[in-house]
């Protein structure tokens, strides 16, 4: 059985150099999600009001548990650049979607 999880992580202050220059082993990294157990229900970055600046990451992740979404998550290239000044994961029960 699988959950859903919910992962929203917020970039440090100026990251967003480090960002685009890790944007590219990010994308290859979410393309092949199969070796961590889970799978990318949506996933995209989280936008400054004025929608001109990415200041975070998104993801809706399908997994077995937990475990699997950590895992995930500290092997993602952004991770280990340091951009994400705080990451929170939370499970999450859809209902409407």
Do not use: C
């Not at 994308?27 to 600046?53: N, Q």
């Not at 979404?69 to 990451?87: K, L, R, Y």
Request: charged letters at 20%.
């Amino acid at each position: 059985m699988t959950v859903l999880f919910a992962i929203h992580a917020v970039d440090r202050a100026g990251a967003l150099p480090v960002r685009l220059a890790h944007y590219d082993a990010h994308k290859a990294f979410l393309s092949d999600t199969a070796a961590f157990g889970v799978r990318i229900v949506m996933s995209g970055p989280l936008m400054s009001d004025d929608g001109k600046a990415m200041i975070g990451s998104l993801f809706l992740i399908e997994a077995p548990d937990r475990a699997h979404v950590e895992a995930f998550n500290q092997a993602d290239p952004f991770h280990s650049a340091g951009i994400w000044q705080s990451v929170t994961i939370t499970r999450f029960l859809r209902r409407q979607g």
